[in-house]
């Protein structure tokens, strides 16, 4: 084979669809201009996606796996979403379609985009075990949840559905990254912010980076997912910097004590201390933060050990 062949051919083989990765799209807020920014951006750059999200907005959620209805869509626990919008959110399916299946808003309709009328992780769910299979025979390459309308950083990351569906995916041992925007990516009317766009973006330049360094191989290493947060008004250059959850609280989340009753914000009601400069809260503001995430609950092997000595005599009978 001559030089100017095998030139001809190396750039082929990086080219085909051996490179492309089938992937699973979530998120907890149902159809989003981000959503639409980054399934777009993805297919663009050759992937195979298939997106499975909740029918309407449900930030907070966290792990929780609960189904409306299975069914139709009812008005039952996002009663007041459901009933303004007669179904689901930004018109993806309407009231008395089924609890899952494919968008039916025009321009959505090719089978790509699907609903559940549930919490985030139930559509996750349908996605690995209904979707997945149906579409590729097999488990996505890796599961993308968002991006979110709104940081998921520090403390809230408990309750958050957007996390919450990449560590589900993750313990399944399949690689998963939790991604989330700006609240100034909101577009319900067009879904077309132009910040969605710049996020979508920098989700594939952080992919193809995952990818040159995994070669055939997994994305992530098994037991390892990624919190990854854009700023605020983002642009194509912004920097990128490994984060932790560490220790800032950006929302200062706390129960009023008076009505309405709730949870209350005040946001960035703390200053950073220098040992918190890596952490998410501190980060976000200014690069994307990637953290590395643990899949599961189990302690360090440090924590075991005090354990083990801490209750050696009860652990003896």
Request: charged share 15%; with cysteine; proline share 5%.
């Amino acid at each position: 084979m001559t030089r100017h062949a095998l030139a001809a051919a190396v750039l082929t083989l990086c080219a085909s669809p051996a490179f492309a990765l089938n992937i699973l799209l979530t998120n907890d807020d149902g159809l989003t201009s981000n959503l639409k920014a980054l399934y777009d951006e993805l297919k663009a750059q050759g992937h195979s996606v298939v997106v499975s999200v909740p029918c309407s907005g449900q930030s907070g959620r966290g792990a929780a796996m609960v189904m409306y209805s299975t069914t139709v869509i009812v008005s039952d626990n996002d009663k007041t979403q459901i009933d303004a919008e007669k179904g689901c959110h930004n018109g993806a399916a309407a009231l008395g379609a089924p609890a899952v299946g494919p968008f039916t808003k025009a321009g959505y309709t090719g089978g790509d985009f699907n609903y559940v009328h549930g919490t985030p992780v139930m559509a996750t769910m349908y996605g690995l075990d209904v979707l997945a299979p149906a579409r590729w025979g097999k488990a996505p390459d890796v599961v993308l949840s968002g991006p979110n309308e709104g940081q998921n950083v520090g403390r809230i990351v408990n309750g958050s559905g957007t996390v919450s569906n990449a560590q589900f995916a993750a313990s399944r041992n399949i690689p998963s990254i939790a991604l989330s925007a700006g609240t100034d990516t909101v577009d319900n009317t067009n879904l077309a912010n132009p910040n969605s766009k710049i996020v979508a973006q920098l989700t594939t330049k952080l992919l193809k980076a995952l990818q040159a360094k995994a070669g055939s191989g997994a994305l992530l290493p098994t037991g390892v997912a990624l919190n990854v947060n854009f700023p605020d008004a983002p642009n194509a250059n912004v920097g990128w910097a490994f984060s932790r959850h560490g220790s800032y609280d950006v929302y200062g989340m706390k129960f009023s004590s008076k009505e309405p009753w709730g949870p209350t914000y005040t946001m960035g009601s703390t200053g950073a201390t220098a040992e918190q400069a890596e952490d998410e809260g501190v980060v976000y503001k200014t690069k994307v933060a990637v953290t590395a995430m643990q899949v599961g609950f189990d302690q360090r092997a440090a924590g075991q050990q005090w354990l083990r000595l801490r209750l050696r005599d009860l652990f003896a009978q």
